[in-house]
């Protein structure tokens, strides 16, 4: 069993900046991939940025050159940078993890809102 805590969220203007943070607790051993997701109201949950656990990202297209995505293993810990937030960025963000490749686990969310 895996424990996500998502924090960092909040209102912002459009052009700025959030960091989002997630701290892992429990069986962080079988963590192999890890990534952020995030859903709107009425919406399928969208998969934004990945890390494995050997250190390749990936990113949605809609994200590229604007957010970053890293992993600090000592601490448990997974950030997302996000830059140059646009309105069409507001959305609930999830932290995710896989377990061994197979399991899944998810947090609770946290909400990012950027204003015109």
Known sequence: QVQLVES??????AGGSLRLSCAASGDTICMSAM????????????WVAAVTSGGRTNYVDSVK???????DNAKNTLSLQMNSLKPEDTAVYYCASTCYGTDEYWGQGTQVTVSS
Request: aromatic share 12%.
């Open 65 to 71: 050159g604007r957010f970053t995505i890293s992993r």
């Open 35 to 46: 990534g952020w997701y995030r859903q709107t109201p009425g919406k399928k949950r969208e």
């Open 8 to 13: 960092g969220g909040g209102l912002v203007q």
